[in-house]
Nanobody, 112 residues
Framework: VQLVESGGGLVQPGGSLRLSCAAS????????MSWYRQAPGKERELVAGITSTGISRNYADSVKGRFTISRDNAKNTVYLQMNSLKTEDTAVYYC??????WGQGTQVTVSS
């Protein structure tokens, strides 16, 4: 099983980024997928989740209306579109498969 995140970087407040998580080694289309983040000195927190078919999604209150989770089961990839980014969104972002596997994370820094 492998989960590889990409798309992080440095962006100014109000900007956008799109994270990707490429999955392999399991039947991606069968599993709920989620994005978490961990800021320095803080616990890892759930950002968003999406069901195996993509029909149902959930979000942390702090990102509702700004972030969108989606998936492409043909490409074994889950995405996180992040708009209107704030400095408090700065964190390492991880994707997670429902059975517990994590990616290595991608750094997102929001700063002017």
């Amino acid at each position: 099983v492998q989960l590889v995140e990409s798309g992080g970087g440095l962006v100014q407040p109000g900007g956008s980024l799109r994270l990707s998580c490429a999955a392999s080694g399991f039947t991606f289309s069968s599993y709920y997928m989620s994005w978490y983040r961990q800021a320095p000195g803080k616990e890892r927190e759930l950002v968003a989740g999406i069901t195996s078919t993509g029909i149902s999604r959930n979000y942390a209150d702090s990102v509702k209306g700004r972030f969108t989770i989606s998936r492409d089961n043909a490409k074994n990839t889950v995405y996180l579109q992040m708009n209107s980014l704030k400095t408090e969104d700065t964190a390492v972002y991880y994707c997670k498969a429902a059975f517990g596997s994590w990616g290595q994370g991608t750094q997102v820094t929001v700063s002017s």
